[in-house]
């Protein structure tokens, strides 16, 4: 080689006049062949290295890319819905994943990013499906795993792979890339929110609860129609004094079947809500305030409707309202004197509020008089501010007593006060009690005391306003101040004998 370079340059020294042999143009283009080959394999070499170094910078590129819009959709999802092989919801994610994210936004919801071979692509509500990746870029998988985690954030794994230039062996660049999403959006559902199985899953636990729930609508509580109760709504605050809750019941009954609604205050039943199926007549409705039991159109606070269906009882009366009163005082049986019954309490003249009246029915029996039936007694108060007492009862035989607690034997019993009729009083006979005058001196006074009031104190139109009470005797005047009709008929009957006794005599001496 030395021999031949210097013979180059040897050659070089020529004048410009003498041509170049064959055997050294052969030496020069050997020379340049070569020279020329090993720089191309240069050029080569080093534009295969740039390639590979573009091809991994965009597939590197398009992996970020790819993955920072799935983490920015996840994380602004109101919810991820589920994970699912290609486009078919419900089987399981495989290959080539789709994920579903509900989203606030009607126009954007839902928005799905899937995959297959070809590309990973992004479907915003009814929009056209969007290509995330080039056309030279091949996805090997895209796979979804949504990780629950109690008491904190929801989080989904992303492990996508990609390969750029496939059916370039020497160009050919493949990249994985593994992420965790934390889903971080608050819940926004502008459809059914379903769990995964049935009767399976809760909403918060027994240690870690949630604060409050605000709906618009109602909550609907479903369960099998078997016999028994089933849950309701349980508020467990304040359990030193038991918890409260509303369960609803079913149980079997003749004729009919029974559902019911009851409702525990600190742990005791206080409230039963219960109707036989079928028979709206025995249902209890709350309307603007007013409470119907057996109507659906409660016209007062308390309004009971029933009807008896029993043919052959059209005469008959039949229970509609019951007060039931039992007794636990821890002394004894309930005695004589006891009964439930409804008290009226009304507001005055001045806003105070009294309890001006009461009806009662008292039991009868006692130690001794077992049989006794039961008595109903009225109750009233002699002013606004006393306590409401017995002023009429109804005995157990159908006895009326008024102003007494002991009617006897008899029908109707006033005691310490005067009886007024304005109509007619028949009987077929009465116990004469009638005050008779000891002499006629003081029938003669009685009668002659019975005067019309005077002229200007005189009422033609008020028979109540015409007799000068102020002047009666004491024989016909009653203890309340008025005329003893009793009395005055047996005063004016001596004065009548009195006066036929004279005019015979008178005649016997006109003979």
């Known amino acids: 080689m030395k021999f031949l370079f210097g013979k180059f340059f040897k050659a070089t020294n020529k004048s410009f006049g003498e041509g170049f042999t064959l055997v050294e143009l052969l030496i020069y283009s050997v020379i340049f062949t070569v ?34 819009r799935i983490q920015y959709a996840i994380r602004d999802a109101s919810v991820v819905e589920g994970v699912y092989e290609g486009d078919t919801e419900g089987t399981e994610c495989t290959q080539f994943c789709s994920i579903k994210l509900r989203v606030e936004d009607p126009a954007l919801d839902p ?7 070809g590309g990973v692509y992004f479907k915003e509500g009814s929009g056209e499906k969007i290509a995330l990746t080039t056309p030279n870029i091949q996805i090997t998988s895209l796979v979804f795993d949504k990780v629950g985690n109690p008491g904190g954030l929801s989080t989904v794994t992303v492990d996508l792979a990609m390969v750029f230039n496939p059916d370039d062996p020497q160009l050919r660049v493949a990249k994985t890339l593994t992420s965790a999403i934390a889903h971080v959006s608050a819940a926004t559902f502008d459809s059914d929110l379903l ?14 609860k949630w604060n409050n729930l605000i709906l618009s609508g109602g909550i609907e509580i479903t369960g099998p129609d078997s016999i028994g109760e089933q849950a309701g709504i349980t508020m467990a605050r304040g359990l030193a004094h038991g918890e409260s809750s509303i369960n609803q019941y079913y149980v079997t009954d003749t004729p009919y079947d029974k559902y019911g609604v009851r409702f525990d205050v600190g742990g005791s039943p206080m409230l039963y809500l219960e109707g036989d199926i079928g028979q709206s007549n025995r249902r209890a409705y709350f309307l603007n305030g007013n409470v119907g039991i057996g109507t659906a159109s409660p016209e007062q606070r308390l309004h009971v409707k029933d009807t008896n269906t029993t043919a052959g009882q059209r005469t008959t009366a039949f229970n509609v309202f019951t007060i039931e009163a039992g007794y636990s005082g821890g002394d ?7 009964g439930g019954g409804i008290l009226f309490n009304n507001e005055t003249y001045n806003g105070t509020f009294y309890d001006s009246a009461a009806i009662y029915g008292i039991i009868g029996d006692n130690s001794l008089n077992t049989t006794e039936g039961g008595r109903l007694v009225f109750y009233t108060s002699s002013t606004k501010t006393d306590a409401p007492t017995e002023k009429m009862r109804i005995s157990g035989a159908g006895n009326v007593g008024i102003g007494t607690t002991n009617t006897g034997t008899y029908r109707l019993y006033v005691s310490g006060g005067d009886a007024y009729f304005s109509g007619d009083v028949s009987a077929a006979s009465f116990t004469d009690r009638t005050p008779y005058p000891e002499n006629l001196g003081i029938a003669y006074d009685a009668v002659m005391s019975m005067q019309r009031l005077p002229e200007d104190e005189y009422d033609f139109d008020n028979k109540e306003s015409q007799l000068d009470h102020s002047t009666l005797t004491e024989f016909v ?10 009395a005055t008929v047996s005063a004016q009957n001596e004065v009548i004998k009195d006066l036929v006794r004279r005019i015979e005599e008178l005649e016997r001496q006109l003979k």
């Open 111 to 117: 928005t799905i990013i899937s995959s297959d071979i």
């Open 332 to 338: 004894g049986a309930p005695y004589d004197g006891f």
């Open 35 to 68: 020279a020329a080959g090993l720089l191309t394999g240069i050029l080569i070499a080093i534009s295969g290295i740039q390639t590979r170094e573009n091809s991994a910078f965009e597939i590197t590129r398009q992996l970020q890319f790819v993955t920072q």
């Open 195 to 208: 769990p995964d199985t049935t009767e399976t899953r809760n909403i918060g636990g027994t240690s870690l």
């Open 477 to 486: 005047k009653g203890d309340n101040g008025y005329r003893d009709l009793s």
